[in-house]
């Protein structure tokens, strides 16, 4: 699956519904960040695309074989991993395609306040019919988010420098689990 595709992500889509397997837990979990800018082959800046839009047509052509899962079983669950680095945001509804300006430090959060802002919208469509929508924050996890940071040599050493302070992928993957299988929390009730 490489979420910079819309046909990747469709193809994924058709595969899937081609198994007839049902559908308890998405958790939507890839992302890049601080990249340069970058467009990709359907016209939408990299970070917009990677870390929200394609996630946001793979929940909503997933979501029946989700709706029907929980319908069974009385609890589906739709994650997006976000992060607090939403907060540092510069949400310009005019520009969420770099159309006129862009900041790689930007961008990032911007696409995971879209994420969040998604939780929210879909829970509330959502309501009584055994789905919980989430997002949550792992924490600052040691992955390959820094790649972004490979022409920006201070980032990538402080990020180098910082590395003993980061939560494994191990600890980091522990909250989103948690939201995915916790009993406590198939509350039906968005929460980030």
Not at 28 to 35: D, H
Not at 65 to 71: D, K, M, P, W, Y
Not at 143 to 170: I, N, Q
Request: proline share 4%.
């Amino acid at each position: 699956l490489d979420l910079s595709s819309f046909q990747s992500t469709k193809d994924f889509i058709s595969a899937f519904k081609g198994r007839n397997l049902s559908l308890n837990i998405l958790i939507n979990n890839a992302g890049i960040a601080w990249v340069p800018l970058t467009k990709t082959a359907d016209g939408y800046e990299s970070q917009l695309q990677v870390n929200h839009l394609s996630h946001f047509l793979l929940t909503l052509e997933l979501l029946p074989n989700i709706l029907e899962t929980a319908n069974t079983t009385g609890d589906g669950r739709i994650i997006f991993v976000a992060s607090s680095n939403h907060t540092w945001v510069n949400w310009d509804p005019a520009n969420m395609n770099a159309e006129r300006s862009y900041s790689r430090k930007l961008f990032y959060p911007n696409s995971k306040l879209y994420n969040i802002m998604t939780t929210y919208a879909l829970q509330r469509r959502l309501r009584n019919v055994g789905v919980t929508v989430s997002a949550v924050h792992p924490g600052v996890v040691d992955t390959e988010l820094v790649r972004g940071f490979s022409d920006l040599s201070v980032l990538k050493f402080g990020a180098w420098l910082s590395r003993p302070a980061l939560r494994s992928t191990k600890d980091g993957a522990a909250t989103t689990i948690n939201c995915a299988v916790n009993p406590e929390l198939n509350t039906q009730e968005a929460f980030y």
